[in-house]
């Protein structure tokens, strides 16, 4: 069907920038080129178990599996995990192309002009007072160093108009929600996080919820095209049981199918009930049927296969 499909190609578009997004944020940690790549595949570990402990883990709770409730333990911390890294990514990367737009702007460039051509001259003065204090023109160095002060004065005053440009200057993001907090007489820095935060988890959730349906979209298609239950040796020995209780072929098929541990060495009557058509008036008689041929017993309030 189109529509699986369709939540096939969401999931793997929302999780490959989950994992673009994580990954980018461990490699840009500072470190040695080697500790970059370990950060990188590290990081690429950790999505590829967000991606697959959640089904993996109700696939293994289904057969029974106590490691299953571990992968769905685990799972919660690793969406969180992913989260923060997600914020943080898009935190750092608006910052940095905040910090490049304005580095554009033309005023960026006059203060920045400015600032070299005050440095040149504060370098040139200092030369100057070495020189008349070697000299022993000590009155000439003095009002050599009056100077120095008024230059330092224009050089810290350009650098704190640098400083307010750069942080000032919004670029696309920093624009939205700037007009968001004008909006809603808000904090921009506030809106700004909850914004990251929000996107973080779309993209998270989101793409682990398309999954899970993706995967459970193949699972639930495949008993009926592509497992085709054909009567074996056990089924007929089923339906030639000694008690003489008559099976249909739907009982026959789901009868050989928890013989064979598909839903577990401890199959739940409840669970399958939701899973088989026809419910409990389909599934009880199988379970009586396999607890009088000794295939199945009770364990306090449920069922045990005897055969492993």
Known sequence: MVWRYLTGIAAVIFCSTSLAFTVGLWVSIPGAPGGQVVAGLTAVALE????????????????????????????????????????????????????????????????QQQLNSVSQQIATLNGVIAADADNGYR??????????????????????????????????????FASLAALTLGDVEQWRHWGFLGLAVITDIVGLVALLAFNSALTTGEPQSQKQYQPSAIAVDIKQASDGVALSSIQTQLAERIRAG???????????????????AVVKPVFEFLLRTGELKREGQGFVLTTS
């Open 48 to 111: 590829l178990c967000k991606f697959s402990f959640a089904p993996f883990g109700l696939w293994l709770r289904a057969k029974g599996k106590a490691t299953g409730y571990a992968l769905l333990l685990l799972w919660p911390f690793l969406v969180i995990l992913s989260i923060a890294a997600t914020v943080g990514f898009l935190s750092s990367h608006t910052a940095e192309q905040q910090r490049l737009h304005a580095t554009g702007t033309l005023e960026y460039r006059t203060l």
């Open 139 to 176: 009155q000439r160095a003095i009002d050599t160093a009056q100077q120095l002060d008024i230059l330092e004065t224009r050089r810290n005053d350009t650098l704190a108009r640098l400083k307010n440009v750069r942080e000032n200057t919004p670029g696309s993001a920093q624009a939205t």
């Open 262 to 280: 598909e839903f577990g060495q401890h199959p739940v009557l409840r669970k399958i009930n939701r899973e088989i058509r026809g419910g409990n």
